[in-house]
């Protein structure tokens, strides 16, 4: 059906026990005012028996690929749809910490590889007449990215509308098409010319990577914070148990304090998680005298549509080591600007092949299990995912928030997600269980750090 590119069989390279690599997202709905005693299971039903026919779901790793840079996807013609989505009931009461407790469960087992490469979960007995869906989807098959453009096609705008049918099912999503060309180039011409554009997008980012990586030109940090980055707990030997924890904010706090500073949206998120990453390490004695170092991807642009992973990604430093929240705005605005600005003046090609030398480290560190011998490149993920900003249903009920929970790397213990949908920013954190005790308590102080900055910079007399 479809190869694999380099970087998503870079996550079948890096599965492990310990370090599986799914992404998720965790959908909390408000059951519909007329809802039924039935509805649940009516709705659970009709997701179970809907038709598994969107690329790449309907798919498996063919047999021999799974860790080969040659691996592919073949459709599968005998889908165990009861393996792939189940029904779950939180125990009474069923409050934010009891789904935690289950949906870090499930986050932590790793997904059958010799199956289609997904799980899908309806929680009900959610406290205020809610439920969730929690859906898990191995990194190799799709990003944040084509995550959302799914949810996106699969739940509706329209409160009314019919659509209670699985998101596997909708068929406006990537199909593979045969091609109507004609012969066109032999194979020779084409590897000449893919060897020449593969050279010159090489030269594009030796060059690209020399302006980023030079001090005078990046006062504040970039590239060269990597080479800096302090060892901290979130960088150790990660276990197979994760911790999860969500927050939700009203995106006017954040609008309000861009049009404040003059940063983005996504700035004042970071500040706020760094001055709470400085305050739980503090708590813990485990504060380093350096500034942690964000990892921050970015989405590429698909040109062919296709689903998988199409990212790039930069780092920036998070100013831990100061108490000024203005001052920490100020240095990751003007870090995420300027690095911003470098990429997009890469071609397409170029920004891949930045993509593929950032996970080059990773790859090493997991594969060869020398990672606690490597310095950190980074000391967690902090990354952005554009949702819809109108409300969304399924079948009636309104999607309160979405929250997105990623994956870990051997020695990288945290990761944090942001996503901005309707009205709302929300964050997921995922934890490694020994790496991050009490996990919940750092996404509260992003809450509390959020209403330090609103004070300090919207309340000035």
Known sequence: MGYLNPLDSSFLQMESERTPMHVAGLMVFQLPEDAGPTYLGDLFEAIRTSDVNLYPFNCKLKEGSVLGLGASWEQDEDIDIDYHVRHSAL???????????????????????????????????????????????????????????MITRWLSEDSKAENGYAPWATTSGYKEKASKKGPGKNALTRAIEAAREQLNATAELSKAVYHMSKPSENPEGGISSAMNTPKTRFNVKITPQRRVATQLYDVARFKALSKATGATINDVALSVIGAATRRYLMELDALPENPLVASIPIALPRPDGKPGNAVAGFVCPLETDKADLEERVRTINAVTSRTKNQLQGMSLKALNQFSYMGVAPLMLSQMSGVGKMIPPLFNLVVSNVVAPQKKLYLKGAELEALYPISLLFDGYALNVTIVGYSDKVAMGFVGCRAATPSLQRLAVYTGEALAELEQKVLNKN
């Open 91 to 149: 125990p009474y009461p069923g409050g934010e910490k009891e789904l935690g407790v289950l949906v870090a469960r499930l986050h932590s087992h790793p997904i059958d590889l010799s199956r289609p490469p997904w799980e899908f979960h309806l929680i009900e007995g959610l406290e205020n007449n809610r439920f969730a869906l929690y859906s898990k989807t191995h990194h190799s098959a799709i990003d944040g990215m084509g995550a959302m453009g």
